[in-house]
Every structure is written in C-alpha cells, then in structure tokens.
C-alpha cells in the first residue's frame, strides 16, 4: 500500500514538486506546518514527508514504500511516529483514545475534525490540548529514537493549544537531534503566534476538480462521470469528495438536482410530498448533503454563467438548465441561494427529520425562483 507516498496523494504539482525538493535536498525544517481547508490533503501530505524521514531504503529523499519502516508507518504503528489531537477532558489524553483515532486515518486519511468527534462521540463536549498532553509531548520528544533514524511528531489540530502550547517554544526552536515536529492545521490565524513564527509553512491548496476526479479514478476505483461529479460538488476537497461517494449517491445527484428544482418550482403539494418520499426511501443524510452540496456548486456555475466565465463540469441537460437560471437570476438572488445552500449542509447534522428538513427546503427553494423570476419579467416588463 503507498497511500501515504507524496506520489499518491491528490496534491497540485507545485505543492508536490515543494515538498520532493525539500526532501531530496535532506534540508527539512524541524518544524513545519501543513495547512489547508478543513477534510483536505494537509495531513496526507505531513504523512508522506514522515514516511520518508522514516524509510530505511529512501531513494533522493523519498519512501520506497516497501521497507518495514514503510510498512509500519502505513499502519501508523512506527515506533517513532507520534500523534497529537484534542480530545475531551473526559478522555484525557491523545494515547487514552489513539485506537480511535488510527482506526479513523486507517479508513480515511482526509477526515476532518467532524468525523473525529463522531467518532469518540463528543457532541458538544470541549476539545483541548490540555496541560497534561503537553507534558506528554514534551516526553515524547525528549526520548531517544527507538529505530535510531528520526522521530517525527504529527500535531493535528494545532488550533486547539491554548497558551499552555507556549511551553512547547524550545522545543520547537530548538528540538533534540533528528526530531521533526510537524502541525496540521486548518485555521493557522488560531495558532499560537509564538508557534506560528518558529514554523516552516506548506501550504495545502484545494485540488483542482479534474485532478481530484483523475485521483479518485486511479486510486479510489471509481467510474469516470460519478469521480468528476464528486470532485466537482466537493469543491476540491478530498474528505468531502470521498463522503459523497458512499452509497453511491452521487451516482445521478445532476439528474436529482434537477427534478427537485423543477417540483419546487411548482409548489404542488402532492408532488413535492411524492419527490421527498421517493428521494429519501433508498437514501439519508448522505444522499441529503450530496444534493444540497450539488445546489451549491449549481449555482456557483450559473454566477459563473452571468459573469461569462467559463463552465466546467455541467453535463449538457445541466448545462441547460444553468443558462436557463441565468436568464432570470441576478447576482443579489444567487448569493442568496448559495446561502441558502450552505445554511441546508449545515442544518443537515442539527435536524431530527431529514423529511421535515427536505420538505421545507423544497418549498423554500421553488418560492425563491418564483420570486426571481417575477422580479425578472417586472423588470423586462418596465424597461
């Protein structure tokens, strides 16, 4: 398996070219940070360089892929790759739930920090850093090398540190011989300025959609026109790719969108009741996020349309449809939907009732289009 390889991981070619010029030039910062948008390659990517500080066959810097320590890193069970994470205070530290959290990396690499709370079920529950897992860190760090090459510590979340973070400065700045500290971030405007500032930074861009759809293609197994409509309604970012594979229900999400639109646009009771009973009876929360996900990036392309931009992605019945939404739809009113659409993605993890939360939105969407579109034939009207 080399899923952790710097070779199989969506990353743009500059990042990647970055981060190979780094290793081959055996220059690498003793501290880094790898960071990007939340469920996004970063912490893919702090793996890979591991994995090669650890590689006991490196060839110009890189893993083999094929050596025990390879093999033990992929299996995040090398003896000197360590972790950090926030977790409750209920749980104490990162070691009294890392089962856990390696299952979760073992099953998706791009998780992010929603997937670690349904995990060990934290709810609304604090997450920290605390005091006591930097006590444990700094033990880390301070111990020899099991394998006698390099110690590498992957800190995930760095965000959560408090001020108590500041009592890992020294050993940031100046950490033992061979030790590597890297930080995994989404929101770097959280981390400790102190840290911040003592960091080499990598920064982990969203994947371009067709090379996302190209990697989901090679290394996911997955059909051509359902790789593109994932990496396309995802944006970019690989958990979210990923989620919208399970259960295949991005398999016709286009088509869906579609006819969710047009019964909207009726605001037929029967026939909106009939869409979300059939649409939710071989599907939940998933099939849900994908199509209101596919709302999003739909209306992204027809702001695109209205500023004549070009417009990738659509198949020719979408496309359609998008010009057609063009017609009437001005900027204020796109906004508006993209709103709309987050605030649905968002609600879809608070609400009890996926067809209560459907329902509303189908008759909120079609009101929303009717509106726009009377506004438009006003205005034609007048001028």
């Not at 003793?30 to 996004?40: C, T, Y």
């Not at 893919?44 to 320590?69: P, W």
């Amino acid at each position: 398996m080399k899923a952790m390889d710097i070779d199989h991981i969506p990353l743009s070619s500059s990042i990647r070219e970055e981060l190979k010029v780094v290793l081959n030039s055996g220059n690498i910062p003793h501290a880094s940070l790898f960071a990007g948008q939340d469920g996004g390659a970063q912490l893919a990517a702090a793996f890979a360089v591991a994995k090669s500080l650890l590689c006991i066959q490196a060839r110009e810097g890189l893993s083999c892929g094929e050596c025990q320590a390879c093999n033990k890193c992929q299996k995040l069970i090398h003896p000197d790759l360590s972790f950090s994470f926030p977790v409750t205070s209920t749980i104490g530290t990162s070691e009294d739930c890392f089962d856990k959290w390696r299952d979760l990396m073992l099953t998706n690499l791009y998780s992010n920090l929603s997937d670690w709370i349904e995990a060990i079920d934290a709810g609304n529950a604090y997450l920290n850093i605390s005091a006591r897992e930097i006590r444990r860190i700094e033990g880390l760090l301070s111990r020899k090398s099991f394998e006698g090459r390099a110690k590498v510590l992957i800190i995930w979340y760095p965000e959560f540190l408090g001020v108590e973070g500041n009592k890992l400065l020294k050993s940031i700045e100046e950490p033992p011989p061979n030790t590597y500290i890297f930080l995994v971030a989404t929101n770097s405007v959280k981390i400790l300025p102190t840290i911040l500032s003592r960091c080499r930074l990598f920064n982990i861009p969203r994947v371009p959609p067709k090379m996302l759809a190209k990697w989901l293609e090679e290394y996911k197994r997955v059909l051509p026109h359902s790789a593109l409509t994932a990496a396309a309604i995802s944006e970019g970012i690989v958990n979210e790719a990923l989620k919208s594979l399970e259960g295949d229900y991005n398999a016709d999400v286009a088509g869906d969108f579609i006819q969710w639109s047009r019964t909207s646009f009726t605001s037929d009771p029967i026939q909106i009741i009939d869409f979300v009973e059939l649409f939710l009876k071989d599907g939940g929360k998933e099939k849900c996020r994908n199509l209101f996900r596919y709302g999003l990036f739909y209306f992204n392309q027809v702001n695109r349309i209205l500023n004549g931009l070009i417009v990738e992605n659509l198949s020719g019945k979408v496309h359609g449809s998008a010009q057609k939404m063009a017609g009437f739809l001005d900027l204020n009113s796109i906004e508006s939907l993209c709103r709309f659409f987050d605030r649905l993605i968002i609600q879809i993890d608070r609400n009890a009732s996926l067809k209560i939360l459907l329902t509303h939105a189908t008759i909120q969407l079609g009101r929303r289009l009717r509106i726009a579109l009377k506004r438009s034939r006003s205005s034609t009207a007048s001028s």
